[in-house]
C-alpha cells in the first residue's frame, strides 16, 4: 500500500494526493470531473494524482454502469478508493478473556474472534491467548498477516507511549510489561497500545453513545475502576498517562476497596474476580438484603469517584461500561448524586457497546494512525502528539 511520506519529490503533489484519495474515500465512487469540483484542484492534476493512487494500489477505476455507453455515449471514468487495499486490527486484553476485530481501510468490520483466559494466567499466556484469537481470525477471514497496516491493543493500567505498562494491578505480570514491544514481535506494522477505559471511550464516541458529544468521561466500572475522557472531541491522557485512574481514589482516604464494598461475607472478593460481581449484582436483584446493601455501598463508592472527574472536566455525559453495563439500579443513583454533588450534573447514560467497547476503540486508534498517514487528518481522538 503506498504512503504519503517526507521522501515524496513535491510536498503539493503530497498534500494534492491527501485531498484527492479524502474526496474519494468519501464516496462510493468519483468521476473526474466530481473530484475536481470537491477538491477544487485542476483536472489536470487530479488526472495526475488519481493516476499516481492506483500505482500506489490506494484507487481503482470502477465499471461503467450497465447501458450507460448506449444511453450517453462514452461516459465517464468513475474511481473509488480501494478500502480492502489493506486491514487493520483492534485487539483487548482483559481479566477474563481477550478479543480481536478485523477491519478494513474503512473501519468495517469484518470479522471477530475472543478467547476466554483465567484471571489468574500470567502474561505469557495471556499474550498468546491473543495470538492464537489473532491467528484464527485471521485465517477465518483470509486475510494474510502483511495486509495489516497498524494494530491498536486495548490494555489496563497505565501505558506509556512506546506501549510498555508503567503501571498495571489489574493483571498478574503486568506492571513493567513492555506490551507494545512483545507485540510487535508478530505484526509487521505499526503497535498501538492504550489503556481500555480510554480505548472505551473513543468507541463510545465513534459508534456508541457519544457519538453527539465531545466532551464525555467513559467509566469502566468494576473492581478495579478507571475512566477515560475526551476534551473537545480528543482523547486526555495527562502528562504521563494517568489520567482518569478514579480506582485510586481510595489511597486519598477512602481506604474501603471495592472488593471489599461489594463482599456479602467477612472476606473481600479477589480483586480479579468480575463474575463475583455481577452474582451480587443479581442477588441484590432477588431481594437478598445484603446483597443489595453490598450493591448500594458500592454504587455509593462509584459516584463519589465520577464525581471528582465530572467535578474536574465538566463533560456534557459520562458513559458507564464494564461489567455494570445493562445491569438495573446502576443509572438513577448515579444520575441522582451526580446531581447532589456536582455544580452542573452531566447526562448518564450506559455503553451501547458492551464487552465490544475496548476492541472497538483500539480498532479506532488504528485506524486514526492510518488515516494520518494517508489523508493527513488533523484533530483525531486517539493521536499521541
Known amino acids: 500500500m503506498g504512503r504519503l511520506t517526507g521522501g515524496d519529490p513535491s510536498l503539493l503533489r503530497r498534500i494534492n494526493s491527501a485531498v484527492v484519495l479524502h474526496a474519494l474515500r468519501g464516496a462510493d465512487f468519483a468521476t473526474l470531473t466530481e473530484v475536481t469540483r470537491v477538491t ?22 470502477t465499471a461503467a454502469e450497465e447501458g450507460a455507453a448506449r444511453r450517453q455515449g462514452r461516459p465517464a471514468r468513475r474511481f473509488r478508493f480501494r478500502a480492502e ?15 480481536a476485530v478485523l477491519s478494513d481501510l474503512d473501519g ?59 503501571l498495571g494491578t489489574a493483571l498478574p505480570e503486568w506492571t513493567g510489561l513492555q506490551l507494545g514491544e512483545r507485540l510487535r514481535r508478530s505484526f509487521k506494522c505499526p503497535v498501538l497500545v492504550e489503556n481500555d477505559a480510554n480505548a472505551a471511550a473513543v468507541a463510545e464516541h465513534w459508534k456508541g453513545a457519544a457519538t453527539e458529544c465531545d466532551d464525555v468521561v467513559f467509566v469502566l466500572a468494576g473492581l478495579s475502576p478507571g475512566a477515560g475522557a475526551l476534551i473537545g472531541g480528543r482523547l486526555h491522557r495527562g ?16 481506604d474501603v476497596t471495592p472488593e471489599t464494598l461489594l463482599s456479602t461475607t467477612d472476606e473481600p472478593l479477589h480483586p480479579l474476580d468480575e463474575q463475583a460481581v455481577a452474582e451480587v449484582f443479581a442477588h441484590a436483584r432477588e431481594g437478598d438484603e445484603r446483597a443489595r446493601q ?23 455525559l459520562v458513559v458507564v461500561g464494564g461489567w455494570a453495563a445493562g445491569l438495573d439500579g446502576v443509572l438513577e443513583p448515579l444520575r441522582r448524586e451526580l446531581a447532589r454533588y456536582c455544580l452542573r450534573p452531566p447526562r448518564v447514560a450506559l455503553s451501547v457497546l ?32
Not at 487495499?85 to 478479543?99: N, T
Not at 455501598?297 to 469517584?305: C, E, G, P, S
Not at 464487552?355 to 487528518?377: M, S
Open 354 to 385: 458492551g464487552e465490544a467497547a475496548v476492541a472497538t476503540g483500539a480498532l479506532r486508534l488504528a485506524l486514526d494512525h492510518v488515516e494520518e498517514q494517508l489523508f493527513a487528518v488533523e484533530g483525531t481522538v486517539t493521536a499521541r502528539r
Open 294 to 316: 453490598a450493591v448500594e455501598r458500592f454504587i455509593q463508592r462509584l459516584v463519589h469517584d465520577v464525581a471528582a472527574l465530572v467535578l474536574a472536566l465538566d463533560p456534557e
Open 108 to 166: 468495517r468490520v469484518l470479522g471477530t474472534a475472543a478467547r476466554d483466559v483465567d484471571e489468574t494466567a500470567p502474561a505469557d499466556e495471556r499474550i498468546e491467548r491473543l495470538r492464537t484469537a489473532v491467528a484464527d481470525l485471521l485465517r477465518r477471514g483470509g486475510i494474510a498477516r502483511s495486509s495489516l497496516r497498524a494494530v491498536g491493543v486495548g490494555s489496563p493500567g497505565i501505558v506509556e507511549a512506546d506501549g510498555t505498562v508503567r
Open 85 to 99: 487495499a489493506g486491514h487493520l486490527l483492534g485487539l483487548e486484553i482483559g481479566p477474563h478473556r481477550v478479543a
Open 239 to 254: 502528562y504521563g498517562g494517568a489520567a482518569g485512574e478514579i480506582g485510586a481514589l481510595h489511597l486519598l482516604g477512602r
Open 40 to 61: 477544487g484542484l485542476s483536472r489536470p492534476t487530479v488526472e495526475g494524482v488519481v493516476e499516481g493512487l492506483i500505482e500506489a494500489g490506494l484507487v481503482v477505476e
